[in-house]
């Protein structure tokens, strides 16, 4: 019989640093385990327009979870779940705390903070190259942030663990590592014992 995969769940405002640790910890437990990482990014309705609340100007939504395709990601999540020989599962988004389907799922619930300016800045660098600044900004100040304290901060609560997303490597990701070895390991000893 097939272990069930230790299952995590990554959440945190845009640019917070949620995939950065995906990977991170991917390229980590790598060397012992089978990672799959799900990124919810892939999962959004093609086309869900919002309205500022205070210009009035419509903006494509990615920051409202009926934005998500909440179907696709219950399916892919239960089909790695149940026919995947991997160890460890990664569930990486803004969403990853929101939807009950998905966190009843989880082992181990992570959020990453990261100030709202630094946030801006990061999303400034993604995307300058497809857009201009200015528009850049003007939708992070006029439905980014707002969608962020009305939907993705509150999933903070949720979290077993909050992660600083200021450095790309520190010691939350080692002991979050420390900790999914240490869960696993348990998890293979009580097996063996019954």
């Known amino acids: 019989m097939k272990n069930k995969p230790f299952v995590i769940g990554i959440s945190g405002g845009t640019c917070s640093g949620k995939s950065t640790l995906s990977v991170k910890l991917k390229e980590i437990l790598n060397a012992q385990y089978s990672v799959i990482v799900l990124h ?81 800045f990061r999303r400034i660098k993604r995307w300058v190259d497809k857009q201009p600044m200015d528009e850049i900004a003007a939708r992070y100040l006029d439905t980014v942030r707002y969608r962020h304290a009305e939907f993705i901060e509150p999933t903070r609560w949720h979290a077993d663990v909050v992660v600083n997303g200021t450095l790309d490597t520190n010691l939350g990701t080692e002991i979050l590592v420390s900790y999914i070895k240490s869960q696993i390991s348990e998890v293979k000893k009580c097996k063996q014992n019954v």
């Open 40 to 120: 919810l990014d892939r999962y959004y309705v093609p086309t869900f327009p919002t309205i500022a609340p205070f210009t009035g100007i419509e903006y494509p939504e990615h920051n409202h979870p009926d934005c998500m395709n909440l179907e696709w990601i219950h399916k892919d999540l239960n089909a790695v779940l149940a026919n995947s020989e991997c160890d460890i599962v990664i569930i990486e988004g803004l969403f990853a705390l929101y939807f009950d389907c998905i966190r009843d799922k989880l082992d181990l619930k992570v959020f990453v903070d990261l100030m709202a300016d630094e946030r801006m």
